[in-house]
């Protein structure tokens, strides 16, 4: 896949980075051939078919831009000059909540190119388009009645800006190309406008801004501000981990030998209730008590186990004897 830094490289001419619409090539094209064929009447008929293709090329410039990289940026959206800063409330069209809003307002000259861009990375929340009166040719001025207007807000999480397009009521000079919920990333292509005009740019208060009056904007390219980042919109790498101090053993020694449980801020255990021991003194008259009586009982088997063998040793000799007499018989 072919990078932006590749083509750069292939391009033999990196600094032509503008061009025109297809609309503005046909378009000139048709006013010229209409010159050739007015001049063949009467040549000075020529000049009109030329002037109209230049003007149809202006109307259609564009240039190729390059968005920077980084979160929660906010850029200019068109090409321009920084006119005012202000602190003012948004109109109503744009659905900004609240008067805690900086107005940044551009003046687009006739000859910028006609590209519009997404502000910022997020959603197309509302759009609401205005078309001006053909009698009102130019907007000299932000304000004039008869305007054509269009108000675009973007919305991503809890982040908000919205934009106010102004131009001349003659011709289609002002379009969108994007439409209501639409995703758009920072710098991307939303709508055109043609002949230059105003643009009005309302983000939060509270954000630093990087800019100055009378500083020339690049459209998609120049930075206005950043957005803080939200707490979801950390990493695991933005979170730092306590700090702990490693403890030397002659520290822990210390502590250990000069510590005084009374005056430690930690909580001690409850002293536990010594169970007395149980007498380990035998008891002298229970212990002769059976003594006697395993003696008596050794006796008896003893008398017993004799008495039996006595008798065994008796009946033996009855037997042999009274074999010995049959013997004899």
Same mark, same amino acid.
């Given at each position: 896949?072919?990078?932006? @830094?590749?083509?750069?490289?292939?391009?033999?001419?990196?600094?032509?980075? /503008?061009?025109?619409?297809?609309?503005g090539?046909?378009?000139?094209?048709?006013?010229?051939?209409?010159?050739?064929?007015l001049?063949?009447?009467?040549?000075?008929?020529?000049?009109?078919?030329?002037?109209?293709?230049?003007?149809?090329?202006?109307?259609?410039?564009?240039?190729v $831009?390059?968005?920077?990289?980084?979160?929660?940026?906010?850029?200019?959206?068109?090409?321009?000059i920084?006119?005012?800063?202000?602190?003012?409330?948004?109109?109503?069209?744009?659905?900004?909540? #609240?008067?805690?809003?900086? $107005?940044?307002?551009?003046?687009v000259?006739?000859?910028?190119t006609?590209t519009l861009?997404?502000?910022?990375d997020?959603?197309?929340?509302?759009?609401?388009?205005?078309t %001006?009166?053909?009698?009102?040719?130019?907007?000299?001025?932000p304000?004039?009645?008869? !305007?054509?207007?269009?108000?675009?807000?973007?919305? *991503?999480?809890? $982040?908000?800006?919205?934009?106010?397009?102004?131009?001349?009521? !003659?011709?289609?000079?002002?379009?969108?190309?994007?439409?209501v919920?639409?995703?758009?990333?920072?710098?991307?292509?939303? #709508?055109?406008?043609?002949f230059?005009?105003?643009?009005?740019?309302?983000?939060?208060?509270?954000?630093g801004? @990087?800019?100055?009056? %009378?500083?020339? !904007?690049t459209? *998609?390219e120049?930075?206005i501000?950043?957005?803080?980042?939200?707490?979801?919109?950390?990493?695991?790498?933005?979170?730092?981990?306590?700090?702990?101090? /490693?403890? /030397?053993?002659?520290?822990?020694? #210390?502590?250990?030998?000069g510590?005084?449980?009374?005056?430690s801020?930690?909580?001690?255990?409850?002293?536990?209730?010594?169970?007395?021991?149980?007498s380990?003194?035998?008891?002298?008259?229970?212990?002769? &008590?059976?003594a006697?009586? @395993? @003696?008596?009982?050794?006796?008896?088997?003893?008398?017993?186990?004799?008495?039996?063998?006595?008798d065994?040793?008796? $009946?033996?000799?009855?037997?042999?004897?009274? &074999?010995?007499?049959?013997?004899e018989?």
């Amino acid at each position: 896949m072919m990078t932006q @830094k590749d083509d750069l490289n292939n391009n033999q001419l990196p600094w032509l980075r /503008s061009n025109f619409d297809l609309e503005g090539w046909v378009g000139a094209l048709a006013a010229w051939l209409i010159g050739l064929l007015l001049g063949i009447i009467f040549q000075p008929l020529f000049w009109l078919g030329a002037i109209a293709a230049i003007i149809i090329f202006m109307a259609t410039r564009k240039a190729v $831009r390059t968005p920077p990289q980084g979160a929660n940026l906010i850029v200019a959206p068109c090409d321009g000059i920084l006119h005012s800063v202000s602190e003012t409330a948004p109109p109503s069209e744009l659905c900004l909540a #609240g008067d805690d809003w900086t $107005r940044l307002r551009i003046s687009v000259p006739p000859s910028a190119t006609n590209t519009l861009h997404a502000a910022m990375d997020g959603a197309i929340a509302t759009i609401i388009l205005n078309t %001006g009166d053909p009698s009102t040719f130019s907007a000299i001025k932000p304000d004039t009645d008869g !305007l054509s207007e269009c108000f675009v807000t973007l919305d *991503s999480n809890d $982040r908000t800006i919205g934009t106010r397009l102004a131009t001349g009521g !003659l011709g289609p000079r002002l379009e969108l190309t994007s439409e209501v919920h639409d995703a758009v990333r920072l710098g991307r292509h939303i #709508g055109k406008l043609r002949f230059g005009g105003w643009c009005d740019l309302y983000i939060p208060k509270n954000i630093g801004l @990087k800019v100055w009056p %009378g500083q020339t !904007l690049t459209g *998609s390219e120049t930075i206005i501000g950043q957005f803080e980042a939200a707490e979801h919109d950390m990493t695991q790498s933005d979170i730092v981990a306590p700090q702990t101090r /490693s403890v /030397s053993p002659d520290e822990s020694s #210390g502590s250990q030998s000069g510590a005084d449980p009374a005056h430690s801020d930690v909580p001690q255990p409850p002293a536990e209730t010594p169970v007395p021991a149980p007498s380990s003194t035998p008891d002298t008259s229970e212990d002769n &008590k059976d003594a006697a009586e @395993k @003696k008596t009982k050794q006796k008896k088997k003893k008398k017993t186990e004799t008495e039996d063998i006595a008798d065994i040793l008796a $009946r033996i000799r009855e037997d042999v004897s009274s &074999k010995g007499s049959l013997d004899e018989d």
